[in-house]
């Protein structure tokens, strides 16, 4: 008897090694950047369809071309979070208070926002992107997700308005971006920050990884998510995917909030808006956008987009 216990325990003990061991992999190849980035390189996650809207859309090609024309440069400030933080800044052409701050999303950058960014600017705004926690000039090792993500933005709207007193601020983010605006507008803000759009954010973290654990690894949310919880809360002292929830945060928010969703999104799953939509404390509106997959609702249908998000902008801003 004793034996075969000792066997069940350690039969038990392998079991659960290996599925630590599991675990751990997820949390690299999820939330350290780079190595996603290489993981994704390999195109083993990769949807034909929308590879090819990635690569041959005009309307996205022409703002990275104008993001790669005009090559911005890195600015840089303290930050709450105990490291330097960076952006990039694209003045307007024309002295103005008016600014947009345009947020990517997870495994981007700022260049990944170009189009976003470029629209701004032609409606004569100063234009500032930041870099997520994890991601390219960042110095943090992990992607929070949103979770830290949004003090990050906030420093940043402060430097704005230490910079230009003024300034009429309008957020704007894209999947993880969009979760990090939802975040932001949780948080106490200075009146400068009159709107904010959210397309295509998540509910919270969790919601999002036990959307996709199942599609993308083919693992049962229990135990295997609360082991990566476990591990990025306790073993990489990073975030609690429970707690970065934007789902809370709107519901505290008073920035007008216009949300967008793509009927076709699958990634954050077009379910979501409604109860983000819906827990929103703010003046808001919301867009679907049909055939559109995830966060590509600018590029499929960009004068709706546009149209829609701009008559509700010039509710709070004169551009």
């Known amino acids: 008897m004793n034996k075969a216990l000792k066997v069940l325990a350690g039969s038990a003990l392998g079991v659960g090694a290996a599925t630590a061991g599991v675990c751990e992999l997820i949390y690299q190849g999820v939330l350290n950047i780079p190595l996603h ?16 809207l990635w690569d041959t859309n005009e309307i996205l090609l ?29 003045p307007a052409e024309q002295e103005t208070h008016n600014w947009a701050v345009v947020i990517h999303g997870y495994g981007d950058n700022p260049r990944g926002m170009s ?10 705004c100063n234009v500032l992107m930041p870099h997520m926690i994890g991601h390219d000039s960042d110095p943090e090792k992990y992607c929070s ?10 420093d940043w709207i402060n430097e704005i308005v230490r910079r230009d007193p003024q300034a009429v601020i309008v957020l704007h983010g894209v999947s ?7 975040l ?11 709107a904010a759009v959210a397309d295509c954010g998540y509910t919270s973290c969790w919601d999002e990884y036990a ?13 295997f ?36 969703h793509g009927e076709a999104d699958t990634f954050v799953p077009y379910s979501m808006m409604e109860p983000l939509y819906n827990a929103c404390a703010a003046e808001k509106d919301k867009l679907s956008v049909p055939g559109a997959f995830h966060a590509v609702s600018a590029f499929i249908d960009n004068d709706l987009y546009w149209d829609r998000i701009l008559t509700f902008l010039q509710k709070y801003i004169t551009f």
């Open 37 to 52: 980035r290489k993981i994704m390189s390999t195109g083993v996650f990769n949807n034909p369809e929308e590879q090819k």
């Open 62 to 90: 022409a703002g990275r071309q104008w993001f790669d024309e005009l090559a911005p440069k890195d600015t840089m400030i303290a930050s709450r979070l105990g490291h330097d933080i960076f952006c990039n800044i694209i």
């Open 115 to 124: 189009h976003y960014a470029w629209k701004y600017h032609t409606l004569g």
């Open 145 to 154: 997700m949103g979770a830290r993500d949004h003090i990050l933005v906030v």
């Open 176 to 182: 993880m971006g969009s979760a990090t605006t939802m």
């Open 184 to 194: 932001v507008t949780g948080d106490p803000l200075p009146e400068n920050v009159v």
């Open 211 to 223: 959307s996709q654990i199942g599609a993308m690894f083919h693992l049962p949310v229990f135990p």
């Open 225 to 260: 998510l609360d082991m990566i919880n476990y591990i990025s809360k306790n073993v990489h002292h990073n975030f609690d995917f429970r707690e970065c929830s934007p789902l809370e945060a709107v519901n505290r928010s008073k920035t007008p909030t216009f949300f967008v």
